[in-house]
């Protein structure tokens, strides 16, 4: 075993090596001029990447942060689609008590893929997506502080999946020798140390990389937004993505590195014999110590951007500016500051010192309060505003009631008493994924779908983004809601099978639930093979944007400097472009209510 690990490490090697060659000799990189025209603009329009080549060596080379944008935001999909089936596929598992398709050991994996997928490979990216596109066009920059630094922290990525998926690509050629990791995503030792696999290795590898890969991209997004911002965007005016993008960086700083030590002690304790968690007496309760100072702030590490898309996008279809801006930045900060002392609300069932758990039960009662003070400032955003229910406005306001039902079912968790019944319940899952999914998915396809014509020059269909949100809103509340009705039942999480009594009521049979869970998990499926149909059909045939202001923002006083960016390299396209006669697009529906009225 020990041979054949050494020779896979040195194949790789070589590969590595053979590859760096193949780019030195088609790409000349001295000759790559990485900050002109690179971002927003500001500076001198006239300058571009004229120097960077064409076709495939332009995308394996690019620093420009719109290309790395884009770039991030593919892999993203790719993730969030792998994810997605591995979820749909433990929901065909659990149609019936017995499981439906596939073992004990295959649904242990694919559990544990799915969870490490959706949070490392899809949340953190497609957040740095948003981030690396737009924050410079909102600050006024010509691109991010570090563009190579940029460009490596994404292409440690790709070699991140292959590495955390290996055991999928492994597991049919060496049998039972290297299968995927089996470990659940929070790796709790000491069945992460014990299990003699080496595809556990390998994910826990990847995670490396992906951990290093975020902590480059947060030093770049802090160091843009304090050094790089045009003469006009000071700290009152810096608008509130970028605020949560500043925040959730110094999250990212203070926490990945330490996810990265612990994956190097279990690393060790797997290969080289050493005893930092393999131990009897306190060995498992450090790490989940360890891992949760990490995990708890990783939960608003994917959730504050998403809180940002929402403010930034919802006052644009409000027809009015974000009700209490500064209460809404403040309560960012705030957010940041206590997620780092509520770790050990997930340990309450652990046997901790009881005056040592009431106190992370305040602090977690009391990081409900800012996260509070935002929900009823977007409320307040929509009173009386002139609302307009375009497909990001319906995704946005999806987005504010699902975060309600995920925090209310929270603050539950965070109480001790009630805590301790519904511990490693599915009542766990579903409140999870209300954030996850319900919120932060949400908040995503918003900002896909709002700024879908600025880096498409192009419109989607508005009809089909329609079909995605009541589909997913559906789904999203039928598959969750079904969950939080299992755990309260205690139905465990993470059991591939369970057992059908049949003298029970309809409504207590956890299989009734299970089977209503796996009909929205389905109705959820449909809904993103259209978003993705969507994207790509109208990203390659989409109907021309016809008007640098395709959601007619200026008529509120609401165009902001990401569309401004856009009119100006609008204006040049329309110069170059050879006059097309087409005509020009509508704007994703809905009159303003009083229009209507």
Known sequence: MAAEQLALTALMAILLVGIIAILTRLEDWRSYTPLAGGGAGYGDETVGHHEKPGGLIRWLTTVDHKDIGLLYGTFAVIAFAVGGIMAFLIRVQLIV?????????????????????????????????????????????????????????????????????????????????????????????????????????????????????????????????FTERGAEVNWANLDIFSWTILTQSGLILFSFPLLGSVLVMLLLDRNVGTTFFAVEGGGALLYQHLFWFFGHPEVYILVLPPMGLVSYILPKFAGRE?????????????????????????????????????????????????????????ITTLWNGRLRLTTPMLFCIGFVSNFIIGGVTGVFLASIPVDLILHDTYYVVGHFHYIVMGAIGFAVFAGIYYWFPLYTKRMYQRTLGKWHFWLSMVGTNVTFFAMLALGYLGMPRRYATYEFDPGLAPLAQDALWHQIASIGALLLLIGQIIFVWNIVTSWLEGRRVRDPDPWNLERDDMFGRDFAWFERQFEDTLATDGGEDEESVATDGGQPVDDEE
């Open 322 to 378: 974000l009700f209490g801006f500064k209460f809404v930045v403040y309560s960012t900060l705030a957010i940041g500051v206590l997620s780092f002392g509520v770790w050990a609300h997930h340990m309450f069932a652990t046997g901790m010192d009881p005056r040592l758990r009431a106190s992370f039960m305040a602090v977690s009662l009391a990081i409900a309060i800012p996260s509070a003070v935002k929900t009823f400032n977007w």
């Open 97 to 225: 008590p017995s499981g439906a398709i596939v073992g004990n050991n295959f649904y242990n994996s694919i559990m544990t893929s799915h969870g490490i997928t959706m949070l490392f490979l899809f949340g953190t990216p497609i957040l740095s997506a948003f981030g690396n596109y737009f924050v410079p066009l909102l600050i006024g920059a010509d691109d991010m502080a570090f563009p190579r630094i940029n460009a490596i922290a994404f292409w440690l990525l790709p070699p991140a999946a292959l590495l955390i998926w290996a055991g999928f690509f492994t597991a049919p050629l060496t049998g039972n020798e290297i299968e995927p990791a089996q470990t659940a995503w929070t790796m709790y030792t000491p069945l992460s140390t014990s299990q003699p696999n080496p595809g556990v290795d390998f994910m826990l590898l990847g995670l490396h990389l992906s951990g290093v890969s975020a902590t480059m991209g947060a030093v770049n997004f802090i160091a843009t937004v």
